[in-house]
């Protein structure tokens, strides 16, 4: 986790959404969605619904085939949430 000014970015690098992770609070966060070699997008939704972020930036997927996954599937699902969701 780090900050920018006075926004928190917490960066999930290549995980899973383990219990150690309940504590988790961020402004932003940055989870890896791909789900063949860290959580697949269901799981990073769990997480981020967790952290409750004002904003999500969804990483490592569609770069290769093992890691294809719906990013938009994903986004959705957290819109219906209320958690903003930026595809890049």
Do not use: K, N, Q, W
């Not at 860290?38 to 939704?45: I, L, N, S, V, W």
């Not at 409750?52 to 719906?70: G, K």
Request: hydrophobic content about 45%; charged content about 20%; overall charge negative.
């Amino acid at each position: 986790m780090f900050g920018v000014g006075d926004t928190t970015v917490y960066v999930a690098g290549d995980t899973d959404f383990l219990p150690a992770h309940d504590h988790v609070r961020a402004d932003v966060f940055v989870p890896p969605i791909g789900g063949h070699y860290t959580m697949d997008r269901h799981e990073a939704a769990d997480f981020a619904t967790s952290v409750a972020p004002a904003l999500v930036l969804p990483v490592h997927y569609d770069t290769f085939e093992p890691i294809e996954t719906d990013a938009a599937a994903f986004a959705d699902e957290l819109e219906r949430a209320g958690i903003p969701v930026e595809l890049f």
